[in-house]
Nanobody, 116 residues
C-alpha cells in the first residue's frame, strides 16, 4: 500500500506560480510511475503530468512549457512546478501512484485557484 498526501495549493493571480508537493509513504519501492491529475468543476478528470520510475516525463498539451514534474532521489516526494498560471488551470489537483501490482493510490487532492 502507498499513501499520498498533497500540499501547496492555494489562490494565485494569473501569470503567477505555485509548486505542489506529494509525499509518498508505505511501499514506495512498488511505485512504477507517479502522476498529477486535475479536475475542474463540471469537467472530466485530466492527466496533467507523469514521471516514471526511470525518470521519463510526459505532459498534457495544455501545460507543456509551463508545468514541470520532478521527484527527489528517494522517490518519496513528487513535485509539480506550475508557472504562468491561467484561470483555466483552476482545479483540484491530485497525486496518483501506479504500482507494480497493477493497483494504484490517490491522494486527497489540493485546490488550485487562479484568479485576479
Amino acid at each position: 500500500q502507498v499513501q499520498l498526501v498533497e500540499s501547496g495549493g492555494g489562490l494565485v493571480q494569473p501569470g503567477g506560480s505555485l509548486r505542489l508537493s506529494c509525499a509518498a509513504s508505505g511501499s514506495i519501492f512498488s511505485i512504477n510511475a507517479m502522476d498529477w491529475y486535475r479536475q475542474a468543476p463540471g469537467k472530466e478528470r485530466e492527466l496533467v503530468a507523469t514521471i516514471t520510475r526511470g525518470g521519463s516525463t510526459n505532459y498534457a498539451d495544455s501545460v507543456k512549457g509551463r508545468f514541470t514534474i520532478s521527484r527527489d532521489n528517494a522517490n518519496i516526494m513528487v513535485y509539480l512546478q506550475m508557472t504562468n498560471l491561467k484561470p483555466e488551470d483552476t482545479a483540484v489537483y491530485s497525486c496518483h501512484a501506479r504500482l507494480q501490482s497493477g493497483f494504484y493510490s490517490w491522494g486527497q487532492g489540493t485546490q488550485v485557484t487562479v484568479s485576479s
